[in-house]
């Protein structure tokens, strides 16, 4: 069965610093993975998306890696703003296409 | 990409009584799901929602307290039924458009059963 684990469960910074949010999955046979959003109350808002084959996504300010045989997944945040302040989830969809797993995700705090 | 609609965004409600929420895509899409988020927690999985068909339910969740409705392949509904306070949290509905097995989801609906 498919598990996902994120670190750190919290992370507080000062405006401006680059940040590293990590993604740990056990089973390698994803056929994707995607970085969500979620502000408080919320719903959640796809930020990017690594298909299984690909090592890398970037969008402005934000990049994640994928390395599939070792099971992890990074986001980075360039130059973290207070804006940036969210919880941020990963999910793994399986190899059939079916079933998405969720991260417990890391909630992000940028202090100005 | 989809544009899901999800309402009613927030609810306060007895205990007993029961609450349906409506999610609204504006595409066709086979697959929807419907999530629930405990205060504090991740997305746990409740049933996968397929137009045409009963809806999937995960290990933990039955048809009688939370019934779905798929009258068609943009619409669905997740009824919460006979609450407790121990329902209450944020419910998402999210779907898959296009089979691109990219989820995106509704603003989700926050209940609270007092």
């Known amino acids: 069965k498919q598990e996902v684990t994120q670190i750190p469960a919290a992370l507080s910074v000062p405006e401006g610093e680059n940040l590293v949010l990590n993604c740990s999955f056990t089973d390698s046979a994803i056929y994707n993975l995607q970085w969500f959003r979620q502000d408080p109350g919320k719903g959640l808002t796809s930020l990017l998306l690594?298909?299984?084959?690909?090592r890398e996504q970037t969008s402005g300010r934000l990049n994640a890696s994928l390395d599939k045989s070792s099971g992890r997944s990074t986001l980075y945040i360039a130059a973290s703003q207070p804006g940036d302040s969210a919880t941020y989830l990963c999910?793994?969809?399986?190899?059939?296409?079916?079933?998405?797993?969720f991260g417990p995700g890391t909630r992000l705090s940028v202090l100005p | 990409s989809a544009v899901i609609s999800q309402k009613p965004s927030r609810d306060i409600c007895q205990r007993g009584t029961s609450l349906t929420i409506q999610c609204q895509v504006d595409s066709q899409v086979t697959m929807m799901f419907w999530y629930r988020q405990q205060p504090g927690q991740s997305l746990t999985l409740i049933a996968t929602?397929?137009?045409?068909?009963?809806?999937?339910?995960e290990s933990g969740f039955v048809i009688d307290k939370f019934p779905i409705s798929r009258p068609n392949l943009t619409f669905s509904t997740l009824t919460v039924s006979n609450m407790s306070p121990e329902d209450s949290s944020i419910y998402l509905c999210s779907a898959n458009p296009s089979g691109a097995n990219v989820l995106t989801f509704g603003a989700g609906s926050r209940l609270t059963v007092l």
């Open positions: 929602a397929n137009q045409g068909s009963e809806a999937t339910y």
């Open positions: 999910a793994v969809l399986d190899n059939y296409g079916q079933n998405f797993v």
């Open positions: 690594i298909q299984s084959s690909q």
